[in-house]
């Protein structure tokens, strides 16, 4: 039968053509939806860049989950990671700069370091906690991250006193422009690089595809399955830095309160998923934490109570990863 | 006299209380193409995977070229000189034509950490070119090509170091008569260069004119090692059975008439890419062959009669006027379907055989309340395992632990335990052996004969002429003309109509 054939090159090009045209669009019509029901309140361009600055937090947080989620795992402890990271970069900033002159040139900097590497260190040894159980225990990553959830969040209120950590409001320069954009920026840049200029990113789709046969070819899958859950759990503590910066405070809650941070950053990293057929994993979950995030912009703006505003996210979601995830006929999913 | 290139010493492998490889010692020499032939289960992979670092070695060794090795994985293998090209499907998707190929030897393009992701897309480009696949591109996901090109992409990945060995698994019968004819280049560049080409194939005349020396192995245990030039097939097929195969392999009736008594009839069946207004009946008691290249539409006939075709238009219609567009009414109205694709399409791998055997009748074992008897389930699938001797602990024996010709065999006993009165076989005999292959041949004419109707779907053109009433030959998605039973039809007059 005469069917039309593209080469390699037609391919690829009309692949990300699709998938970049498919995201534009999305983000368009999220916003055009919302701003013909509350023209007044939402849609403004200094709107759109609140919101755009808003989905930044996740975006971190979601491109390092990729890597686990892209290896068939799960994590559910992204909320009680943030949560411990955040509190354990504040301490850290709060206690460097307390032990140096004030005002000195090297408290801010020293502050700085403190809330970065505090947060940053805390999320990738909780990755590291994660992994090394995971492949140790062997049992679906979704039970063992449930079960750590509470342990972190209890970790958390521990070190927190039970009481809410506020960072000092000289180190917020991360949670507004240019700091939040150069950080998510250097966040994207990196995992892009590690994905594709390092053996990681090649074994992180290898044992995503078919764990018998990469382990076949010598890959450590179990080593690399904890690299994951550390290269995930460094970019949740940015996401970390990000959100104490963004909204200066974290209360450590404990009774599985943080499975509410879980949502975002797993819903852009779906994204992520749904695009990655189109070669441009990191770049969907950009936009899709954009679109989430004029979705959340635009339900404030229209003042609907939480409950509505939950049931309609959770349905738009749904339908905009069903529209967008190309699955053939016959594929199986799971 | 030739050089050695390996020695297999005492070489020992079991799954449980199953002896996969018992005891087996031969040598390979340098600068051959080395066949390895048994009937299925007689432990040719097993050898092949514990030489490429698959499985591990119970016992004994291997020497290559004089020091033994142990290879812990393929990559340790490949790092020793020996590499594998498999039946099933060898690349991974998500990566790209590149990663496949240099999977497990990305250091060579790593340097401080940092892959050049350019350099090792020139290398991959500069191998595809030299091997003739020069439309494959390097940078393109391996997913947006067809099975037939990953496995010219394996090739290129298997031999592009020179390896001292390059086992090649039963590949040939996953490929087209072009694809074959590639890989049969590269085992005599492969040769020509000195090294050794380890050959496992079911395709006896295959053997006979692309080997230098046969290696028979049964039950897991050494038989002979001759040299092809001084044996026949029938030569072989003693040797891998044990003893002479006698009786006829293929139908011996000529001049039987097909009964008048339609039983299913296809009109204008057509799905989108594949099939175009493909119409045709089929009579009781009757075997229908379609014939055809492996991507003229044919496998698709076989899925789109079944109800398992996405998009299918046109009818497909039983005697009593039932139309058949889902696979749930197909099996309920008494229609089997084996698909080509044996291990991801037709037999649940994590199972065991009584659980893959009782599938599709759980119904009839059920009891008035719906509740499943165990013991019922073990008899029955019990009874039509032994029926069709498949080589087994007992039927609780995980599928995944036979070879492919067991693992048809189960998916026979699944639709003969179903008592089907119209089945569709999609390449019944790919990948097995001479023995099994004639008990389906025999099994198949005894169903004939009760009245049962059969359309088989074979890429192998004398399995065709010597099993089937009438043949139907498929081109780019059409049928391309018909021919009847006849003592005097050859390949060529099929191939005529193919190509």
Known sequence: METKTMTADQKIFSGQVKGYGMLIFLVFLSWLIFKLITPGNFGSGENMLTCFQASLLATV????????????????????????????????ATRIMGGMAEGSSGQLFGGYAGLILGALITGALVGLINGLLYVTLRIPSMIVTTGLALIYESVANFFAGGSSQVLPSNLRALGRMPGNIILAAIAFFVAYFILNYTKIGTYTYAIGSNEFVAKNMGINVRKYKVLAFVLSGAFLGLMAVLTISYSSSM???????????????????????????????????????????????????????????????????LIIITVTTKIEKGEIVK | MSEVRLQVVNLCKSFGITKAVQNVSFNINKGEVHALIGENGSGKSTLTNMLTGIYTIDSGKFILDGKEIHPANQVE??????????????????????????LGHEDMFVKAGVKNTVAMHKKAAQLLEEYGFGRIKPYAMIDDYNFEDRKLVEIVKATYFDPKIVVIDETTTALSQEGREEL?????????????????????????????????????????????????????????????????????????KISDEVVLEAKNLTVPGLIEDVSFKLHKGEILGFGGLSESGMHEVGKAVFGASFDRTGEVKLADGTQINDIPTAINHSIAYTSKNRDSESVVMNQGIGDNI???????????????????????????????????????????????????????????????????????????????????????????????????????????????????IMKDGKINGELARSRDMDENTLIGKMV
């Open chain 1, 61 to 92: 947080g979601a491109i390092g989950f990729y890597f686990v989620m892209v290896m068939g795992m799960f994590d559910f402890s992204i909320g009680a990671n943030i949560m411990l990271s955040a509190i354990v970069g504040c301490i850290f």
């Open chain 1, 251 to 317: 209360l450590a809650e404990t009774g599985m309160s943080s499975m509410s941070r879980n949502f975002v950053p797993t819903m852009g990293c779906f994204f992520g998923m749904a695009f990655k057929k189109y070669g441009m994993p990191l770049q969907a979950i950009v936009f899709g934490e954009l679109i989430i995030n004029i979705i959340f912009f635009g339900f404030i703006a229209l003042g609907a109570p939480t409950a509505i505003q939950d049931v309609i996210t959770g349905l738009a979601l």
């Open chain 2, 77 to 102: 293998a490949n790092n020793e000189g020996v590499s594998i090209i498999v039946q099933e499907q060898g690349t991974l998707s998500g990566l790209t034509v590149a990663d496949n190929i240099f």
């Open chain 2, 184 to 256: 049969y280049k590269h085992m005599e560049r492969i040769k020509k260069q000195g090294n050794t080409v380890i050959f496992i194939s079911h395709d006896l005349p295959e053997i006979l004119d692309k080997s230098d020396t046969i290696t028979v192995l049964r039950d897991g245990v050494y038989i002979d090692t001759v040299k092809s030039a001084d044996v026949t097939e029938d030569d072989l097929k003693k040797l891998m059975v044990g003893r002479e195969v006698s009786g006829a392999y293929y139908r011996t009736d000529y001049d039987e």
């Open chain 2, 358 to 472: 009782c599938l599709p009748s759980l119904k009839e074992l059920a009891n008035k309340l719906g509740f499943l008897s165990g013991k019922k389930m073990h008899d029955f699938s019990d009874k039509f395992a032994k029926e069709m001797s498949v080589k087994m602990v007992n039927v609780d024996q995980f599928v995944s632990d036979l070879s492919g010709g067991n693992k048809q065999k189960v998916v026979l006993a699944r639709w003969i335990g179903k008592d089907s009165d119209i089945l569709v076989l999609d390449s019944p005999t790919r990948g097995i052996d001479i023995k099994v292959k004639q008990d389906i041949y025999q099994l198949m004419d005894k169903m004939r004969k009760s009245g049962k109707s059969i359309v088989m779907i074979s890429e192998e053109l004398m399995e065709l002429i010597g099993m089937c009433d009438r043949i139907i």
